[in-house]
């Protein structure tokens, strides 16, 4: 009996028959023998309709002849078992090693006999997976190892590694070929090596027909090509890789911060994960390196295609004051990855390596090319705080979210305002007032934070306490912390995910040309949100975070923590709809459900009450 594909002790069936059944096998492996000498057969099949398929199964070869039964459920499949018996084989077919044809027949319950024509081939069991990783000889770069990896769902799993010879080759080990000499299981391979004293890893992108051609390689195990094994022969895997190199001539040249950068082979489709990737919505990272003091640098351990692609651009970051920029090809500097590839994900304009080339030579360019001084006068507002003085220029692309649109630059303004930027000729967003979050140590009512480490993933945000003055953890140092006794009434400090600010933020669309340019830019007074937080049980509602975030790309949240009295106000709200989160904890921002109003419309210089917040967990 063969039910679902799973092969069970052949018995007649006592189901009603039906005469649906397809038998789509047509090359089968022979398998080896069993203790009678007859060698077993499986033939995929498919049982048509709702009723059950069953009757016996033959596989014609003179007068040897041995019968099977079969009985697949209706609407699945499974397999036919039969059997060749090598006694029976013709003299010529006794030693032969390509397929050699053979009539297979099924008889079903209450019906007529039916055939097939069939080729019977040896079984093979498995084969290799080797290949060769080709690149330039480095004493840069040590331990070259290739990793075989299985994915499940969501979950991957490194199963075996094996060393990089001498002469670049190595052989990852035997994997089974499917029923039939049907293609083995889907894998996918990485490899890894020491440069420059860290360690870094790629993923394999090449001919999944096991050519050996390699096309590159992924950042995540999501971009890599898949590896099966077929029958014709071990499976070529070969990784290729090369060196970008350059020179960055002008101010800051020496000391710069160099990364190649690659999109994905194809870019995710959740929003969540192409905000992970190395640059945002762009691009993975495959190297990093600082320039010498002549401006050079040299990253290798790149991955390469055998044919030319134009996958690359090189970004730097100058030491000092100068922004950053990123090389495209003819040494063309652009602002940004996604302007690299003009927000469409064209690479046209990237570079590639020539062809037949380990080396990707892109030239000399000049650290301030095409900048234009861009200054900012941003009315300050009376009584707003100094995140009401953060100033953003943002890189304008058409069709795309401002809060989603690139950073090209950002930091505060000074005490009167000014801020002054290096731009180059472009479209730009330029905002005043309008940072999204920031970080810092406030006072707490509290010597520490255990309040907030009940359930989740709170333990490890103990860093964050500070009982009085004397820190938990030296971590809360990195943190930008300095040891001082908290103002009176309060009982130690916290690091806190609050930004706050008094003005609702202005974005203005500008244009950069040839020359430089001033523009004024005014901050307006925000609204407020207003409420009170309970909590049920006799639980605390004191400094909880509240949160007002809108989901029209173009307002900013802002949050703010509940008093001694659980009251709480959000300032500095741009006109429009909120919805509300609480939560108890700043730093991972695991909400908690609550009674109470889950959005409210904000006024710009007005204040709207959200009532009692009922916190439930």
């Not at 490899?191 to 090449?206: I, M, Q, Y």
């Not at 050996?212 to 950042?219: E, Q």
């Not at 390196?289 to 055998?306: E, I, K, L």
């Amino acid at each position: 009996m063969i039910v679902s594909s799973t092969l069970v002790v052949a018995v007649p069936s006592t189901a009603q028959a039906a005469t649906g059944l397809e038998v789509r096998s047509n090359v089968v492996a022979v398998e080896r023998p069993d203790s009678t000498g007859h060698h077993p057969l499986y033939l995929y099949a498919v049982c048509k309709g709702s009723k059950t398929c069953s009757g016996t199964a033959t596989l014609v070869q003179g007068g040897l002849v041995k019968t099977t039964s079969y009985s697949i459920k209706g609407g699945k499949s499974g397999y036919l078992k039969a059997y060749w018996n090598k006694a029976a084989a013709q003299p010529t077919e006794l030693g032969k090693i390509d397929a050699f044809k053979r009539t297979f027949t099924w008889t079903p319950k209450g019906a007529s006999k039916k055939s097939k024509s069939i080729w019977l081939e040896p079984r093979i069991y498995s084969r290799r997976i080797q290949g060769q990783v080709r690149g330039p000889a480095s004493s840069r770069i040590k331990d070259l190892q290739v990793s075989k990896w299985v994915v499940s769902g969501l979950r991957s799993s490194r199963v075996s590694t094996a060393p990089v010879g001498s002469d670049g080759r190595f052989d990852i080990g035997s994997s089974a070929l499917g029923r039939n000499n049907s293609p083995g299981a889907a894998y996918r391979l990485s490899v890894s090596a020491v440069v420059d004293g860290t360690e870094r890893e790629w993923f394999w992108l090449g001919s999944t027909t096991g050519s050996g051609f390699a096309d590159g390689g992924g950042g995540w195990i999501r971009d890599a090509a898949v590896v099966r094994v077929q029958k014709a022969g071990d499976f070529q895997a070969d990784f290729a890789y090369g060196t970008v190199s350059g020179r960055l001539t002008g101010t800051g040249s020496a000391g710069a911060d160099v990364r190649v950068l690659t999109p994905p082979p194809s870019y995710p489709s959740r929003s969540s994960d192409r905000r992970g990737l190395d640059v945002p919505y762009c691009a993975n990272e495959f190297g990093r390196v600082r320039t010498d003091d002549a401006g050079r640098y040299s990253v290798t351990f790149v991955p390469r295609p055998d044919a030319v692609r134009y996958r690359y651009m090189v970004d730097f970051e100058p030491a000092g004051a100068l922004r950053g920029a990123v090389i495209i090809s003819d040494g063309n500097v652009v602002d940004s990855c996604q302007a690299a590839i003009k927000y469409t994900r064209d690479m046209s304009d990237l570079l590639g390596f020539p062809s037949g080339s380990e080396t990707l030579p892109v030239g000399d360019v000049s650290t301030s090319a095409d900048q234009r001084s861009l200054t900012i006068n941003g009315n300050t507002l009376k009584g707003g705080s100094v995140h009401d003085r953060w100033t953003t220029l943002r890189e304008y692309s058409v069709g795309r979210k401002i809060l989603e649109s690139p950073i090209v630059a950002e930091g505060y303004a000074n005490s009167s305002g000014n801020k002054t930027f290096a731009a180059r000729p472009g479209k730009y967003w330029v905002e005043v007032g309008r940072r999204t979050s920031c970080s810092a140590w406030y006072p707490s009512i509290y010597s520490n934070n255990y309040l907030y480490h009940k359930g989740g993933e709170r333990g490890s945000e103990r860093w964050k306490t500070v009982g009085g003055s004397v820190p938990e953890y030296s971590t809360s140092y990195r943190y930008g912390y300095v040891k001082r006794n908290p103002p009176k009434g309060y009982k130690g400090w916290m690091y806190r995910d609050v930004c706050k600010a008094v003005g609702a933020g202005k974005y203005v669309l500008i244009t950069v040309g040839a020359g430089d340019r001033t523009v004024d830019v005014t901050n307006p007074r925000g609204g407020t949100i207003s409420g009170r937080v309970t909590r049920v049980g006799g639980k605390s509602n004191k400094e909880m975070l509240v949160t007002a975030y809108s989901t029209d790309g173009k307002k900013v949240l802002r949050s703010a923590y509940s008093s001694r009295s659980g009251g709480f106000v959000i300032r500095g709200l741009a006109s429009g709809s909120y919805k509300i989160v609480v939560n108890a904890d700043s730093w991972r921002g695991i909400s908690r459900s609550f009674s109470g109003k889950k959005s409210v419309k904000a006024k710009a210089g007005k204040n709207v009450s959200a009532g009692t917040l009922r916190f439930k967990g």
